[in-house]
Protein backbone atom coordinates (compact mmCIF):
# COMPACT_ATOMS: atom_id res chain seq x y z
CA UNK A 1 0.00 0.00 0.00
CA UNK A 2 1.39 3.40 -1.15
CA UNK A 3 1.07 6.98 0.48
CA UNK A 4 -3.06 8.19 0.44
CA UNK A 5 -1.38 11.10 -1.50
CA UNK A 6 -0.79 8.60 -4.79
CA UNK A 7 -3.61 10.03 -6.69
CA UNK A 8 -3.09 10.71 -10.45
CA UNK A 9 -4.86 13.78 -11.44
CA UNK A 10 -5.05 14.28 -15.48
CA UNK A 11 -3.03 16.54 -17.02
CA UNK A 12 -5.47 18.89 -18.47
CA UNK A 13 -6.93 19.42 -15.02
CA UNK A 14 -3.83 20.34 -13.94
CA UNK A 15 -3.60 22.82 -16.78
CA UNK A 16 -7.04 24.32 -16.17
CA UNK A 17 -5.19 24.99 -12.37
CA UNK A 18 -2.75 26.74 -13.92
CA UNK A 19 -5.03 28.75 -15.90
CA UNK A 20 -6.76 29.93 -12.98
CA UNK A 21 -10.06 27.99 -12.96
CA UNK A 22 -11.15 27.76 -9.44
CA UNK A 23 -14.12 24.89 -10.68
CA UNK A 24 -10.49 22.54 -11.82
CA UNK A 25 -9.01 23.48 -8.51
CA UNK A 26 -11.90 22.55 -6.43
CA UNK A 27 -11.85 19.02 -7.90
CA UNK A 28 -8.38 18.53 -6.90
CA UNK A 29 -9.39 19.92 -3.69
CA UNK A 30 -11.71 17.18 -2.92
CA UNK A 31 -9.00 14.32 -3.67
CA UNK A 32 -6.33 16.11 -1.90
CA UNK A 33 -8.46 16.98 1.34
CA UNK A 34 -8.54 13.55 3.09
CA UNK A 35 -4.94 12.91 2.90
CA UNK A 36 -3.81 16.23 3.58
CA UNK A 37 -6.07 16.69 6.57
CA UNK A 38 -4.35 13.54 7.80
CA UNK A 39 -0.72 14.29 7.08
CA UNK A 40 -1.27 17.59 8.78
CA UNK A 41 -3.11 16.02 11.92
CA UNK A 42 -0.13 13.54 12.59
CA UNK A 43 2.49 15.94 11.76
CA UNK A 44 1.09 19.08 13.79
CA UNK A 45 -1.14 17.15 16.40
CA UNK A 46 -3.90 19.95 16.68
CA UNK A 47 -6.65 19.73 14.73
CA UNK A 48 -6.56 23.98 15.00
CA UNK A 49 -3.12 24.28 13.65
CA UNK A 50 -3.72 21.18 11.09
CA UNK A 51 -6.80 23.34 10.08
CA UNK A 52 -4.19 26.53 9.30
CA UNK A 53 -1.76 24.38 7.36
CA UNK A 54 -4.38 22.78 4.93
CA UNK A 55 -6.18 25.94 4.30
CA UNK A 56 -2.72 27.85 3.57
CA UNK A 57 -1.10 25.14 1.94
CA UNK A 58 -4.13 24.36 -0.55
CA UNK A 59 -3.70 28.26 -0.97
CA UNK A 60 -0.21 27.91 -2.16
CA UNK A 61 -1.16 25.03 -4.75
CA UNK A 62 -3.85 27.23 -6.07
CA UNK A 63 -1.86 30.53 -6.07
CA UNK A 64 1.50 28.37 -7.30
CA UNK A 65 0.01 25.80 -9.59
CA UNK A 66 2.17 27.34 -12.76
CA UNK A 67 5.36 26.89 -10.90
CA UNK A 68 4.65 22.98 -11.75
CA UNK A 69 6.46 21.90 -14.59
CA UNK A 70 4.87 18.27 -14.87
CA UNK A 71 8.69 16.57 -14.00
CA UNK A 72 7.49 14.76 -11.36
CA UNK A 73 3.60 13.15 -10.22
CA UNK A 74 1.26 16.42 -9.32
CA UNK A 75 0.68 14.60 -5.82
CA UNK A 76 3.86 14.79 -4.99
CA UNK A 77 4.14 18.65 -5.17
CA UNK A 78 0.97 18.90 -3.91
CA UNK A 79 1.84 16.54 -0.42
CA UNK A 80 5.52 18.49 -0.36
CA UNK A 81 3.78 22.04 0.11
CA UNK A 82 1.25 20.84 2.52
CA UNK A 83 4.91 19.06 4.12
CA UNK A 84 6.34 22.22 3.77
CA UNK A 85 3.96 24.42 6.06
CA UNK A 86 3.38 21.86 8.76
CA UNK A 87 7.27 22.22 9.03
CA UNK A 88 6.66 25.79 9.17
CA UNK A 89 3.84 26.28 11.50
CA UNK A 90 6.13 23.60 13.92
CA UNK A 91 9.49 25.84 13.82
CA UNK A 92 7.25 28.65 14.01
CA UNK A 93 5.59 27.44 16.99
CA UNK A 94 7.72 28.20 19.94
CA UNK A 95 5.35 26.58 22.26
CA UNK A 96 6.03 23.42 20.67
CA UNK A 97 9.54 23.09 23.17
CA UNK A 98 10.45 19.67 23.39
CA UNK A 99 9.54 18.90 19.72
CA UNK A 100 11.78 16.33 19.39
CA UNK A 101 14.46 13.92 21.25
CA UNK A 102 17.51 14.36 22.09
CA UNK A 103 19.39 13.88 19.74
CA UNK A 104 22.51 12.84 21.13
CA UNK A 105 21.21 10.34 23.10
CA UNK A 106 20.95 6.84 22.19
CA UNK A 107 17.64 4.89 22.10
CA UNK A 108 17.40 2.21 24.12
CA UNK A 109 18.11 -1.45 22.89
CA UNK A 110 14.88 -2.71 21.76
CA UNK A 111 13.57 -5.94 22.56
CA UNK A 112 13.15 -7.70 19.74
CA UNK A 113 12.74 -11.12 21.31
CA UNK A 114 8.34 -10.73 21.48
CA UNK A 115 6.50 -9.42 18.32
CA UNK A 116 6.36 -5.79 18.02
CA UNK A 117 3.41 -4.09 19.86
CA UNK A 118 1.95 -2.37 16.78
CA UNK A 119 1.57 -6.13 15.08
CA UNK A 120 -1.21 -6.67 17.24
CA UNK A 121 -2.01 -3.35 18.85
CA UNK A 122 -5.29 -1.66 17.59
CA UNK A 123 -5.32 1.00 15.48
CA UNK A 124 -6.76 3.93 18.67
CA UNK A 125 -4.05 2.60 20.53
CA UNK A 126 -1.46 3.12 17.77
CA UNK A 127 -2.72 6.81 17.42
CA UNK A 128 -3.06 7.82 20.74
CA UNK A 129 0.72 6.59 21.43
CA UNK A 130 1.99 8.78 18.30
CA UNK A 131 -0.11 11.46 19.77
CA UNK A 132 1.78 11.46 22.63
CA UNK A 133 5.24 11.69 20.67
CA UNK A 134 7.04 14.67 20.42
CA UNK A 135 5.80 16.60 16.72
CA UNK A 136 9.26 16.40 15.09
CA UNK A 137 9.36 12.93 15.85
CA UNK A 138 6.26 11.93 15.22
CA UNK A 139 6.79 13.95 11.95
CA UNK A 140 9.61 11.84 10.94
CA UNK A 141 8.40 8.48 11.87
CA UNK A 142 5.11 9.21 9.58
CA UNK A 143 7.48 10.86 7.04
CA UNK A 144 9.54 7.69 7.08
CA UNK A 145 7.58 5.29 6.57
CA UNK A 146 4.05 6.30 5.71
CA UNK A 147 5.22 8.70 2.99
CA UNK A 148 8.05 6.72 2.07
CA UNK A 149 10.54 9.43 2.89
CA UNK A 150 14.21 8.77 2.58
CA UNK A 151 16.63 10.24 5.92
CA UNK A 152 18.32 12.42 3.38
CA UNK A 153 14.98 13.81 1.98
CA UNK A 154 13.42 14.44 6.21
CA UNK A 155 16.82 15.78 6.77
CA UNK A 156 16.46 18.11 3.81
CA UNK A 157 13.07 18.91 4.58
CA UNK A 158 13.10 19.48 7.70
CA UNK A 159 16.56 21.65 7.68
CA UNK A 160 18.44 18.59 10.27
CA UNK A 161 21.33 16.65 9.43
CA UNK A 162 20.38 12.74 8.21
CA UNK A 163 21.46 11.76 11.92
CA UNK A 164 19.01 12.99 13.64
CA UNK A 165 16.72 11.84 11.04
CA UNK A 166 17.90 8.31 12.36
CA UNK A 167 18.10 9.20 15.81
CA UNK A 168 14.32 10.53 15.61
CA UNK A 169 13.32 7.56 13.97
CA UNK A 170 15.10 4.71 16.79
CA UNK A 171 14.04 7.12 19.48
CA UNK A 172 10.49 6.91 18.51
CA UNK A 173 9.87 3.85 17.44
CA UNK A 174 11.43 2.56 20.90
CA UNK A 175 8.86 5.41 22.44
CA UNK A 176 6.03 4.02 21.01
CA UNK A 177 7.04 0.32 21.81
CA UNK A 178 7.37 1.11 25.09
CA UNK A 179 4.45 2.91 25.21
CA UNK A 180 2.06 -0.14 23.76
CA UNK A 181 4.08 -2.31 25.41
CA UNK A 182 3.52 -1.35 28.86
CA UNK A 183 -0.90 -0.32 27.53
CA UNK A 184 -0.75 -3.68 26.01
CA UNK A 185 0.69 -5.54 29.09
CA UNK A 186 -0.17 -3.76 31.95
CA UNK A 187 -3.71 -2.17 31.42
CA UNK A 188 -5.30 -2.65 27.76
CA UNK A 189 -7.19 0.54 28.54
CA UNK A 190 -4.74 2.92 29.87
CA UNK A 191 -6.44 6.33 29.82
CA UNK A 192 -3.37 8.21 28.92
CA UNK A 193 -3.22 5.86 25.75
CA UNK A 194 -6.98 5.87 24.90
CA UNK A 195 -7.52 9.34 25.60
CA UNK A 196 -7.75 10.91 21.74
CA UNK A 197 -9.35 14.04 20.73
CA UNK B 1 12.29 3.12 4.37
CA UNK B 2 11.18 -0.52 4.63
CA UNK B 3 7.55 -1.36 3.34
CA UNK B 4 7.86 -5.00 5.31
CA UNK B 5 8.61 -3.41 8.11
CA UNK B 6 5.82 -3.96 10.78
CA UNK B 7 5.50 -0.82 12.13
CA UNK B 8 5.27 0.78 8.52
CA UNK B 9 2.89 -1.14 7.86
CA UNK B 10 0.54 -0.83 10.98
CA UNK B 11 1.42 2.93 10.51
CA UNK B 12 -0.25 2.91 6.94
CA UNK B 13 -3.40 0.45 8.10
CA UNK B 14 -4.21 3.73 10.37
CA UNK B 15 -7.26 5.07 8.83
CA UNK B 16 -7.24 8.36 7.56
CA UNK B 17 -8.77 11.42 9.67
CA UNK B 18 -12.23 12.74 9.03
CA UNK B 19 -11.49 16.91 7.30
CA UNK B 20 -13.52 19.40 9.69
CA UNK B 21 -16.84 20.14 7.79
CA UNK B 22 -15.96 23.66 7.08
CA UNK B 23 -12.06 23.62 5.60
CA UNK B 24 -13.62 23.13 2.49
CA UNK B 25 -16.05 26.12 2.77
CA UNK B 26 -13.74 28.49 4.09
CA UNK B 27 -11.14 28.04 1.83
CA UNK B 28 -13.80 28.37 -1.06
CA UNK B 29 -14.50 31.59 0.46
CA UNK B 30 -11.24 33.30 0.69
CA UNK B 31 -10.29 32.14 -2.66
CA UNK B 32 -14.38 33.82 -4.05
CA UNK B 33 -13.42 37.03 -1.94
CA UNK B 34 -9.86 37.27 -3.68
CA UNK B 35 -11.42 36.99 -6.66
CA UNK B 36 -14.26 39.21 -6.15
CA UNK B 37 -11.57 41.79 -4.66
CA UNK B 38 -9.61 41.60 -7.64
CA UNK B 39 -12.33 41.63 -10.42
CA UNK B 40 -12.76 45.48 -9.01
CA UNK B 41 -9.12 46.23 -8.39
CA UNK B 42 -7.41 45.15 -11.54
CA UNK B 43 -9.90 47.45 -13.95
CA UNK B 44 -9.78 50.14 -11.17
CA UNK B 45 -5.58 50.87 -11.66
CA UNK B 46 -6.01 50.58 -15.15
CA UNK B 47 -8.10 52.90 -15.31
CA UNK B 48 -6.09 55.28 -13.07
CA UNK B 49 -3.09 54.56 -15.22
CA UNK B 50 -4.92 55.42 -18.23
CA UNK B 51 -5.71 58.49 -16.10
CA UNK B 52 -2.17 59.37 -15.61
CA UNK B 53 -0.82 58.59 -18.77
CA UNK B 54 -3.40 61.22 -19.81
CA UNK B 55 -2.20 64.20 -17.33
CA UNK B 56 1.31 62.62 -18.52
CA UNK B 57 0.78 63.04 -22.27
CA UNK B 58 -0.85 66.99 -21.49
CA UNK B 59 2.54 67.61 -19.91
CA UNK B 60 4.65 70.58 -22.04
CA UNK B 61 8.15 68.20 -22.27
CA UNK B 62 11.07 69.88 -22.87
CA UNK B 63 12.63 66.21 -23.90
CA UNK B 64 11.20 65.90 -26.78
CA UNK B 65 11.67 66.84 -30.56
CA UNK B 66 8.94 68.97 -32.66
CA UNK B 67 7.59 65.23 -34.27
CA UNK B 68 7.34 63.94 -30.79
CA UNK B 69 9.72 61.26 -31.18
CA UNK B 70 12.24 60.90 -28.93
CA UNK B 71 16.18 61.59 -28.39
CA UNK B 72 17.33 59.68 -26.01
CA UNK B 73 20.64 62.02 -26.40
CA UNK B 74 18.11 65.08 -25.39
CA UNK B 75 16.67 63.06 -22.75
CA UNK B 76 17.54 65.21 -19.93
CA UNK B 77 15.24 66.28 -17.11
CA UNK B 78 16.86 68.74 -14.48
CA UNK B 79 19.45 67.90 -12.36
CA UNK B 80 17.33 67.32 -9.06
CA UNK B 81 14.83 64.97 -10.83
CA UNK B 82 17.98 63.12 -12.08
CA UNK B 83 19.27 62.55 -8.72
CA UNK B 84 15.56 61.92 -7.49
CA UNK B 85 15.01 59.04 -10.65
CA UNK B 86 18.41 57.72 -9.25
CA UNK B 87 17.57 57.57 -6.06
CA UNK B 88 14.60 56.21 -6.32
CA UNK B 89 15.96 53.56 -8.48
CA UNK B 90 18.36 52.43 -6.30
CA UNK B 91 15.53 52.63 -3.22
CA UNK B 92 13.62 50.08 -5.59
CA UNK B 93 16.23 48.30 -5.81
CA UNK B 94 17.07 47.59 -2.16
CA UNK B 95 13.11 47.03 -1.37
CA UNK B 96 13.21 44.27 -3.97
CA UNK B 97 16.36 42.28 -2.88
CA UNK B 98 14.50 42.82 0.95
CA UNK B 99 11.63 41.36 -0.16
CA UNK B 100 13.64 38.38 -2.34
CA UNK B 101 15.57 37.90 0.82
CA UNK B 102 12.45 37.13 3.19
CA UNK B 103 9.79 35.63 0.21
CA UNK B 104 8.96 32.36 1.05
CA UNK B 105 10.01 31.54 4.58
CA UNK B 106 7.50 33.15 6.66
CA UNK B 107 3.96 31.86 6.95
CA UNK B 108 1.37 33.35 5.58
CA UNK B 109 -2.61 33.65 6.32
CA UNK B 110 -4.56 33.82 3.59
CA UNK B 111 -5.27 37.80 3.94
CA UNK B 112 -1.75 38.20 3.83
CA UNK B 113 -1.44 36.05 0.83
CA UNK B 114 -4.52 37.73 -0.92
CA UNK B 115 -2.44 41.71 -0.20
CA UNK B 116 0.48 40.31 -1.43
CA UNK B 117 -0.73 38.51 -4.62
CA UNK B 118 -2.67 41.90 -5.27
CA UNK B 119 0.14 44.59 -4.47
CA UNK B 120 2.51 42.19 -7.25
CA UNK B 121 0.02 42.86 -9.51
CA UNK B 122 0.01 46.57 -9.14
CA UNK B 123 3.84 46.41 -9.12
CA UNK B 124 3.84 44.09 -12.48
CA UNK B 125 1.08 47.02 -13.57
CA UNK B 126 3.22 49.80 -13.08
CA UNK B 127 6.07 47.58 -14.67
CA UNK B 128 4.08 47.69 -17.51
CA UNK B 129 4.03 51.13 -17.54
CA UNK B 130 7.37 52.27 -17.20
CA UNK B 131 8.82 49.61 -20.25
CA UNK B 132 6.50 52.43 -22.22
CA UNK B 133 7.96 54.87 -20.65
CA UNK B 134 9.49 57.08 -23.14
CA UNK B 135 11.90 59.79 -20.83
CA UNK B 136 13.01 60.16 -17.65
CA UNK B 137 10.34 63.05 -16.99
CA UNK B 138 8.02 60.09 -17.33
CA UNK B 139 9.20 57.41 -16.24
CA UNK B 140 9.73 59.74 -12.78
CA UNK B 141 6.46 59.36 -11.30
CA UNK B 142 6.13 55.70 -12.33
CA UNK B 143 9.12 54.72 -10.11
CA UNK B 144 7.23 56.92 -7.04
CA UNK B 145 4.40 54.67 -7.34
CA UNK B 146 6.43 51.67 -7.96
CA UNK B 147 8.53 52.49 -4.62
CA UNK B 148 5.47 53.45 -2.64
CA UNK B 149 3.77 49.44 -3.60
CA UNK B 150 6.87 47.88 -2.53
CA UNK B 151 7.02 49.55 0.34
CA UNK B 152 3.18 48.53 1.19
CA UNK B 153 4.67 45.08 -0.17
CA UNK B 154 7.54 44.71 2.44
CA UNK B 155 4.74 45.72 5.20
CA UNK B 156 2.66 42.96 4.28
CA UNK B 157 5.38 40.63 3.88
CA UNK B 158 7.06 41.69 7.40
CA UNK B 159 3.79 41.10 8.77
CA UNK B 160 2.93 38.12 7.45
CA UNK B 161 -0.42 37.62 10.28
CA UNK B 162 -1.36 41.66 10.38
CA UNK B 163 -1.37 43.48 7.93
CA UNK B 164 -1.89 47.22 8.87
CA UNK B 165 -0.48 47.20 12.40
CA UNK B 166 2.48 47.78 13.65
CA UNK B 167 3.76 50.18 10.75
CA UNK B 168 6.45 51.78 12.85
CA UNK B 169 8.01 48.57 13.86
CA UNK B 170 8.12 47.37 9.89
CA UNK B 171 9.28 51.15 9.00
CA UNK B 172 12.43 50.35 11.63
CA UNK B 173 12.92 47.02 9.80
CA UNK B 174 12.86 47.40 6.23
CA UNK B 175 14.77 49.50 4.05
CA UNK B 176 14.51 53.79 4.17
CA UNK B 177 14.96 56.27 1.56
Known sequence: MTSHFCIDIPARLIARIQCGELAAFDQVYRLFERPAWTLALRMIGNP???????????????????????????????????????????????????????????AHEADTSTPAPWVWTEARQLESALEALPALTRSVIWLYHVEGHTHPEIAEMTGKSISFSKSQLARGTARLRELLGTSTAEDPCSPTLMATP | MNPTDPLATALRALPQATPPDDLHAR????????????????????????????????????????????????????????????????YSQRLESWLAEISDDAPRDARNLMATAELEDLVGLVDVQLSAARSASESLPLWRQRVALLEDLAAVRSEPFTLAAESARTAAATPTL
Request: hydrophobic share 40%; proline share 5%.
Open chain 1, 48 to 106: EDAREVVHDAMLRVFDRARQFRGDSPFWGWVRRIVVNEALMRLRRDRAHVGQAYDETEH
Open chain 2, 27 to 90: LTRTLRARRARRRWLVPATLAASVVLGLLLLGQPWTDRDPSGAQLATTSTPAPSANTELASLQA
